[in-house]
């Protein structure tokens, strides 16, 4: 069983950064692909990034390229989210997901296991 937990999120102005951190109870953490998702009210989860176990592959969805890094400690267990020029539409809350397999994350849009979310609101 993997447990994760996100934090980071907060109520911030538009073009303001935010570190978002997920943090794994699994041992090896590095057996597990990672995923960030969103989901808007009223909206459906949406794949954001996703980085592979070793942190060569990475994939990102095409509304927060270029602002959005995905990055990964397997030493802390930890996978980040920075974002940076963040914009309204960019309110959600914010989901981690671990995956056995890149494709799970990345082609599927699915995770293995879930956090519990954290809450990203963006003011204009």
């Known amino acids: 069983q993997v447990q994760l937990v996100e934090s980071g999120g907060g109520l911030v102005q538009a073009g303001d950064s935010l570190r978002l951190s997920c943090a794994a109870s699994?041992?090896?953490?590095?057996?597990?692909?990672m995923g960030w998702f969103r989901q808007a009210p009223g909206k459906e989860r949406e794949f954001v990034a996703a980085?592979?176990?070793?942190?060569?592959?990475?994939y990102y969805a095409d509304s927060v390229k270029g602002r959005f890094t995905v990055s990964r400690d397997n030493a802390k267990k930890t996978a980040y989210l920075q974002m940076n020029t963040l914009k309204p539409e960019d309110t959600a809350v914010y989901y981690c997901?671990?995956?056995?397999?890149?494709?799970?994350?990345?082609?599927?849009?699915?995770?293995?296991?879930w956090g519990q979310g954290t809450q990203v609101t963006v003011s204009s």
């Open positions: 997901a671990a995956a056995v397999f890149m494709g799970t994350i990345k082609d599927r849009k699915m995770g293995d296991y």
């Open positions: 699994t041992r090896p953490f590095s057996n597990y692909a």
């Open positions: 980085i592979s176990v070793s942190g060569s592959g990475i």
